[in-house]
């Protein structure tokens, strides 16, 4: 079966890029820039799910998207999670953090609804960002 994105995160992300084992979408909450990688793999519940071949070049690329967060958003700290309570697929959040937002110190889950990018906002953060991550950043 080809690779499919669980509909919640369809609905709840923009497109960002897609890596060589993940794709990359931005979480439609415009107080966190948040990016959510979703390895293309079918049948990943938790990350010992991963192919262990696939495990460490997964972890890359959160760690290339943790990067492009830091120089593109000027984040304080990055948060990462797999959590997925909510959605069975696998998928890792890459939250940049900030001494100010909306939810510091804690996690953002919960704290407060969220609040959408505008149409030309979350098209700048996903060039920017796509952009950063392709490179490598």
């Avoid at 369809?10 to 960002?16: G, N």
């Avoid at 609804?113 to 700048?124: D, G, I, V, W």
Wanted: glycine share 4%; net charge negative; charged share 20%.
């Amino acid at each position: 079966m080809a690779f499919a994105l669980h509909e919640r995160l369809e609905a709840d992300t923009h497109f960002v890029t897609d890596q060589p084992h993940s794709r990359v979408l931005l979480m439609n909450d415009s107080q966190y820039p948040w990016l959510i990688l979703v390895p293309r793999y079918e049948g990943l519940r938790d990350l010992h799910d991963l192919p262990k071949e696939h495990l460490a070049e997964v972890m890359e690329e959160v760690r290339i998207a943790s990067e492009a967060l830091v120089t593109q958003c000027n984040a304080y700290k990055i948060n990462v999670a797999a959590l997925g309570n909510m959605v069975p697929q696998l998928h890792i959040h890459v939250i940049a953090r900030f001494e100010d937002d909306a939810a510091w110190p804690g996690p953002v889950w919960g704290v407060k609804q969220p609040l959408a990018y505008s149409e030309a906002k979350s098209t700048a953060l996903k060039v920017k960002l796509g952009t950063a991550i392709e490179s490598g950043s």
